[in-house]
């Protein structure tokens, strides 16, 4: 009978007994390899359950993956999983300002704007007249002013100085802590500290009476003749050796000095030669709003060879404006503004004015926008419901959870409400509130009179009304209609309508500012891709 040899054996010649000896010896131990493996396997997967039951296992880790520039920046095809994951990427990520905000008023809680005690206080710490305890982002001025003092007091030198600059830049603020540094430096180096006469020329009655009030201050009007006035006992005073009794410097701050500009020079002239005499004791300062106004009277004052130091004070900018804001709030322990609040209210003055005054008017009113929202929240909770009213217990738990809600925060539309109260017109409210084909009116002589045109026919902006009517599939009004509708906005002041035979053939001109129409338009997508477009 013949031998069956199975085909994974190697053949021999002659199907020989020893062929088959090595072939099943062959699947032995074949099979045991193949038991022995799957037995470990099996040993292995238990251990690994138990000790999974016992501690928790880690995460897999999945491939690296390549990952595009614009989604990850920090990594790379060779970068180990979740190595750029962390606080530090996600803070390096973010702009150094907005890191410092997110430091300064995340890391806090939040503030309870219904407890009137912590309300009042963020009020007057945003207020105007609130002086802060440091002078923040005018560091050079402030030196500068206080060197020049300093020098004068240290010389025993009369000396005039013209401080300029937008208002709101912190030119009188400035000048404050400059007189009390000025005065604990005096002491402390063992100098005489001047006297200090503050004037604001915008309350003068009479221009000339701002000598009248520096001889008051040095007390010797009594020593006056009848004939002599205030500015010519000054002049004699001080262009002769001064007495002991004199013998004290002031410094004399003259605030509003544009007032002099327009309404006497000649005594500004003469207030500046007081510092020039020989035996002057003055050290004049000078502040004005208007950085041109030394270009007006300074060459004169060069002729005149009393030409003054000049320090000027530059608009704030937008990270000025919220170190400001940073200082005046981080006293409190609690979250008041989010920090895109404020980064929105700094943009928006900075580009406006630069006013430091302005900006905190804004986050005041924001304030008081946060506060309207939270009463008509309380408001609604006391009126019945249909089911019967609300229980004061519910009235209770849900006024608990408004105090721990991101409402109470001041938010980004708060902001936005204060600053269009603050730098809209009255126009733009009443754009506003025109009817549809109206606005769609005055968007289309917007787009008509761009470039030279200024006017235009009642039929030509038919042509352009009828435009924009039929890119938004808005059914148009006849053209006598659109004369009609034209006639009520010349009668609000917003147009301005021509005489002529026929209707059509009228002219019509815009009567208001172009950007008031596209800032009252810009809140509805409509009229803002309309605007854009050529």
């Known amino acids: 009978m013949p031998t069956i040899v199975d085909r994974r054996s190697t053949r021999v010649s002659g199907g020989s007994k020893v062929a088959d000896q090595i072939a099943i010896k062959g699947e032995i131990d074949s099979t045991l390899r193949k038991r022995r493996l799957r037995s470990s396997s099996c040993s292995t997967t238990e251990d690994s359950v138990v000790t999974s039951n016992l501690t928790p296992s880690p995460k897999k880790s999945s491939p690296c993956k390549w990952k595009s520039p614009r989604r990850c920046v920090n990594d790379s095809p060779k970068s180990t999983p979740n190595a750029n994951r962390g606080a530090k990427a996600i803070n390096m990520s973010k702009s150094p300002v907005k890191r410092r905000l997110s430091e300064s008023f995340l890391e806090k809680p939040m503030w309870n704007p219904r407890d009137m005690e912590q309300l009042n206080a963020v009020k007057e710490a945003l207020h105007v007249s609130r002086a802060p305890s440091n002078l923040v982002c005018r560091e050079v001025e402030h030196n500068r002013i206080l060197e020049f003092c300093k020098q004068a007091v240290e010389q025993d030198k009369a000396g005039s100085l013209y401080i300029c600059g937008c208002p709101g830049t912190g030119k009188s603020l400035s000048m404050e802590k400059v007189n009390k540094v000025l005065v604990n430096w005096a002491e402390e180096s063992g100098f005489q500290a001047p006297d200090t006469l503050s004037l604001n020329c915008s309350s003068l009655s009479n221009t000339s009476d701002l000598f009248g009030k520096i001889l008051d201050k040095i007390k010797q009007r009594r020593k006056i003749s009848s004939c002599a006035s205030p500015l010519q006992y000054l002049q004699k005073m001080f262009s002769e050796k001064q007495q002991s009794a004199v013998t004290k410097m002031m410094l004399i701050v003259a605030d509003e000095l544009d007032y002099l500009i327009t309404k006497d020079r000649a005594v500004l002239h003469e207030l500046f030669m007081l510092a020039t005499l020989p035996f002057s004791r003055f050290i004049l300062i000078g502040i004005a709003n208007a950085i041109d106004l030394a270009d007006k009277f300074l060459p004169k004052l060069q002729s ?12 704030y900018s937008k990270d000025q404006i919220i170190s400001i804001l940073q200082q005046r709030l981080q006293a409190f322990p609690y979250t008041i503004f ?19 005054r302005k900006a905190l008017w804004i986050c005041r009113s924001a304030i008081e926008m946060l506060e309207s929202d939270i009463r008509d929240s309380v408001n609604s909770l006391d009126l019945p419901s249909l089911h019967g009213g609300v229980s004061d217990q519910q009235r209770d738990c849900a006024c608990d959870k408004s105090l721990i809600h991101k409402s109470n925060v001041v938010r980004v539309d708060h902001v936005a409400i204060a600053l269009s109260k603050a730098y809209r017109s009255p126009v733009v409210d009443t754009i506003q509130s025109l009817p549809q084909h109206q606005q769609i009116i005055l968007c289309s002589a917007v787009k008509l009179f761009r470039g030279k045109k200024k006017d235009a026919t009642i039929g030509e902006l038919n042509i352009s009304y009828l435009d924009v009517c039929k890119s938004t599939l808005i059914p148009p009004a006849g053209i006598m209609e659109l004369s009609s509708m034209c006639r009520v906005l010349g009668d609000q002041g917003i147009l301005k309508l021509g005489k002529a035979r026929e209707e059509k053939l009228s002219r019509v001109t815009l009567n208001v500012d172009e950007a008031d129409i596209t800032f009252a338009l810009q809140g509805i997508r409509f009229f803002r891709n309309c605007l854009q477009q050529s």
């Open 338 to 356: 989010q920090p895109q609040a404020l980064e929105l209210c700094a943009r928006k003055v900075a580009s406006a004015s630069g006013d430091m």
């Open 304 to 315: 005149l060879n009393c030409k003054p130091a000049v320090v000027t004070f530059r608009a």
